[in-house]
């Protein structure tokens, strides 16, 4: 029994066929998948985080993404209690959640909260924070949305920051260190 040669090419046709579908598939996942990846890439980032800042304990707003964040609203059902004197944080985060403001790539703001002193005296010592934001998309110039959630743990503080007293010995024995370079040249 012998194949015709037309079976044979029709049986090659459809080879071809199905392997040529299945490579498109292939490629619309491709495309899908590397265009989320830039996206994801080409957004604005707002993230908040404690920064010991100019003798003051602030609330950094930070863009750290690469596009421009519109209609940032941040959020909380807390207030902040504790021993402040003259400063008025809790004045100042009524003042930023009921504002709307935009930050370009790389930028920030800071919300002064206290001195290093007074951060053991904050109620409650995590405050969770709902950040909302838009931005426009390159490709069709529509608005995206972005929510999330961050807290920040005034508590935490303490053990991730060395204390002045041992940064003073550190920078004299760099600024020796220094000295004896310049001398040995």
């Given at each position: 029994m012998m194949?015709?040669?037309?079976?044979?090419?029709a049986i090659c046709t459809a080879a071809y066929v199905a392997m040529t579908l299945v490579?498109?598939?292939?490629n619309r996942k491709d495309r899908k998948s590397t265009q989320s990846q830039f996206e994801e890439l080409n957004r604005p980032n707002v993230i908040l985080y404690l920064v010991f800042d100019r003798g003051l304990i602030v609330i950094r707003?930070?863009?750290v993404g690469n596009r421009l964040a519109n209609e940032i609203?941040?959020?909380t059902d807390k207030t902040i209690e504790?021993?402040?004197g003259n400063l008025h944080p809790e004045?100042?985060?009524?003042?930023?959640t009921e504002s709307n403001f935009e930050l370009g790539p790389g930028t920030y703001w800071d919300l002064i909260i206290c001195r290093p002193d007074q951060l053991p005296t904050i109620k409650p010592s995590s405050i969770d924070f709902k950040i909302e934001y838009e931005y426009e998309y390159i490709r069709n110039n529509k608005s995206v949305k972005i929510e999330s959630i961050q807290t920040i743990h005034f508590d935490s503080y303490f053990w991730s920051r060395r204390p002045e007293n041992e940064l003073v010995p550190t920078l004299k024995s760099i600024e020796k260190a220094i000295k004896d370079c310049n001398?040995?040249?």
């Open positions: 194949i015709e040669p037309e079976y044979i090419t490579i498109i598939m292939q707003i930070h863009n609203c941040i959020t504790g021993e402040f004045e100042n985060l009524k003042l930023l001398k040995k040249k």
